[in-house]
C-alpha cells in the first residue's frame, strides 16, 4: 500500500496515464508506441483484477497496434529535396504556419536569412513537406545551419538520416567540411547529437558541429 492505493490499483492508473499521454504525440510511430504500453499494462491489470473484458479487449488494441506498426516500418517513403528557389510562394505560406515553432527549435532563425542561404530546401515524405532545412556560409568550408525544423508529423530521424545520411554529396560537392548549428532545445538538441553532431567551440563561440 502507498497512498492508502494498492500496487494493483496503481498498474490501473499507470496504465490510464500512459493511454492518455499516447494521445498527446504529433508523431503516429510515438502515438502507436505509447499507445501499445498502455493497452499491455491495462492488459496486465485487467488480468490482476480478473476483469477479463478489459484484459480482453486491451489485448486487441495490442495487436492492432502491433499490426499498424509492422506497416509503419515495412513501409517505404518517397523521400526527397524540393529547392526552396522553387517554392516560390509556397515558403511564405509555410512560414506564417510555422515561424513560431521554426524559431523554438532554431533560435538564430529569420525569413530573411533565406535569401542568403547556400542550402535551402524542403524535404518532402510521399510528396508531403517533411522539414524545412536551411545553411548559410559561415566561411570557406563552414556551413550554419539556421533551420532544420521538422514539422510535428514527421518528427522522427527520417529526414535527418535523408539530410545528413543520404545528401552528404550535397555538401561535399560545395567544399563543406562542417556544419554547424545552434540550438537551446533539448529535444533539438537529441536530435542532432543522433545525427552525428557534437558540442564544439568553433572561433569562439559554442556550436554542435558535424564533421563531414
Known sequence: MFLGISWVEWVGYLASVTVAVS????????????NMAGALVFTAYGTLI???????LNGFIVAINIYYLRGLYARREDLQRWDL???GTFIDHFLRQHLDDIKAHNPGFEPASIARAEVAFFVLRDLSVASLFVAER????????TADYATPPYRD???????YR??????KDLKVRRLLA?????NHTKYLLKMGFMPSNYQGTSYLEKII
Open 23 to 34: 494521445l498527446t504525440m504529433s508523431s503516429i510511430v510515438r502515438l502507436r508506441w505509447l
Open 50 to 56: 480478473e476483469a477479463w473484458p478489459v484484459a480482453f
Open 85 to 87: 528557389r522553387e517554392a
Open 138 to 145: 559561415l566561411d570557406g568550408e563552414s556551413l550554419l545551419i
Open 157 to 163: 530521424l527520417k529526414p535527418g538520416n535523408f539530410i
Open 166 to 171: 543520404g545528401n552528404l554529396s550535397l555538401f
Open 182 to 186: 545552434i540550438t537551446h532545445n533539448q
